[in-house]
């Protein structure tokens, strides 16, 4: 067996020429993405192939008695020359086991070809089969009964003591789900809360097996986590949105990918404009001034209320304004006030404000944050950096509590890839199996 490589700008080019060289009965052991598609060069797909390498014929026998059979030993190999024997010795195989299986004996003669010998345990299979298929299936649903027992007897002792809400114990059934959750990072409080709705709630019949019970489980964080779904502008409408949050959450980052999305990636291509008001960073303004220039996007860097209105005049006639701001601690209420002034000298058009929270900080902290940049009038919550936490329950807490909608996701620091449109199902899943990257766009 010998693997070959192909590469071509499309896989359907690749698996091609694979097929071409090495016939259609090739396997395929892999097929991805060598280098992604950009302004100057097509993308490489690579499609790794498995060939069988062939074997050379054996010679026939120059001599017409045919010889004794040569049996060479080994641990895990027979080699037996005489291809008549072999078909004898298959069949004697195949006398023993119907004995020990007390089927009914047949008359047993040499067999004098291969296609015999598969007629005969075609045949002995379907005894088999048919006298026992009732009696296996019903072990199989025993040994699936009986394996969903024991997960439960695991999960019901991850603790010393079992956890209990509202001085009732928490159901066998419902353990595991409550440990995963529990682990997860969501506050103590709104699990309790979730697991007495699910014990009321949830049909008796539903409860049989960890599965159905995990799936209603899902379903109700689901209902509890608001999300804000994109909708199109139609003119002459127009959006306005700042991000705020503290410093190291991806906000500059966050806005270039939303620049790309609204003006490159959807159907509609719409006229964007940045205005930024980090002109403290120096390296800040350089970032987003390279964005810009690159997308051929206007931007304005204003530094007062008074060059913010200037800004919004100037680019009035773009579809999305995205306004970046400086990067601030929760505890810095001199700053905060601030942006609350650009806030109120605008009332023309209402701006919506995005507060940008990354997903590793803890929940303690994540309320502090939104209490804190809360007078700023936040409207939806948008979460970044979900590829470095295995922890989501923190999310949930602040969504369940809070009441703010999510409007977008970031996975990753690639612009404008690693972002998406904000999905109750995908942050349920993420809480309760970890994050995987969608490929949403």
Not at 77 to 89: C, G, T
Not at 182 to 190: A, I, N, P, Q, R
Not at 216 to 223: A, S, V
Not at 314 to 328: K, N
Request: proline letters at 5%; glycine letters at 4%; a neutral charge.
């Amino acid at each position: 067996m010998k693997l070959m490589t192909f590469t071509a700008p499309t896989p359907a080019q690749a698996l091609k020429a694979a097929q071409k060289e090495c016939g259609e009965d090739a396997l395929v052991v892999s097929t991805k993405q060598i280098q992604k598609k950009t302004l100057t060069q097509p993308a490489i797909y690579e499609v790794v192939v498995a060939v069988e390498d062939k074997k050379p014929e054996p010679e026939k026998p120059k001599q017409t008695i045919k010889p004794k059979p040569q049996v060479k030993s080994r641990r895990s190999e027979r080699l037996v020359d005489d291809p008549e024997e072999v078909l004898v010795n298959i069949s004697e195989a195949a006398r023993q086991i119907s004995e020990i299986a007390n089927v009914s004996k047949p008359t047993y003669k040499k067999a004098k070809n291969r296609q015999e010998i598969k007629e005969e345990t075609v045949e002995n299979s379907s005894l088999y089969s048919k006298r026992e298929l009732e009696e296996l299936q019903a072990i199989k649903n025993e040994l699936g009964k009986l394996a969903d027992k024991v997960k439960l007897i695991q999960n019901m002792v991850w603790e010393e003591k079992k956890p209990a809400i509202n001085n009732g114990m928490i159901p066998p059934e419902f353990a595991e789900i409550y440990r995963i959750a529990k682990t997860s990072g969501m506050d103590g409080l709104h699990l309790d809360e979730i697991m007495r709705l699910t014990l009321e709630h949830m049909p008796l019949q539903m409860r049989t097996s960890t599965q159905t019970v995990r799936r209603y489980f899902k379903t109700l964080l689901r209902k509890m986590v608001p999300v804000r779904l994109e909708q199109e502008l139609t003119p002459p409408q127009k959006k306005i949105m700042m991000f705020v949050g503290p410093t190291g959450v991806g906000k500059t980052t966050t806005l270039a990918k939303l620049a790309a999305r609204y003006a490159y990636l959807k159907d509609k291509k719409y006229k964007v404009g940045i205005i930024t008001l980090d002109t403290y960073r120096i390296g800040a303004v350089e970032q987003l001034m390279q964005y810009a220039k690159m997308m051929r996007i206007g931007i304005e860097a204003v530094v007062d209320p008074p060059e913010f209105i200037t800004a919004l005049q100037t680019l009035r006639h773009m579809d999305y304004i995205l306004i970046d701001t400086v990067g601030s601690s929760q505890y810095d209420k001199e700053k905060i006030d601030k942006l609350q002034q650009f806030l109120i000298s605008h009332t023309e058009i209402g701006i919506d404000v995005s507060l940008v929270l990354s997903a590793p900080t803890k929940l303690e902290d994540m309320r502090t944050i939104y209490q804190n940049f809360s007078p700023l009038g936040i409207d939806t919550l948008i979460f970044t950096k979900l590829d470095e936490t295995l922890g989501f329950g923190n999310i949930f807490s602040l969504v369940y509590e809070t009441e703010k909608p999510v409007s977008y996701l970031s996975a990753g620091q690639e612009v404008p890839d690693d972002l998406m449109c904000a999905d109750s199902d995908y942050l349920v899943e993420c809480m309760l199996t970890g994050c995987v990257k969608k490929g949403e766009k």
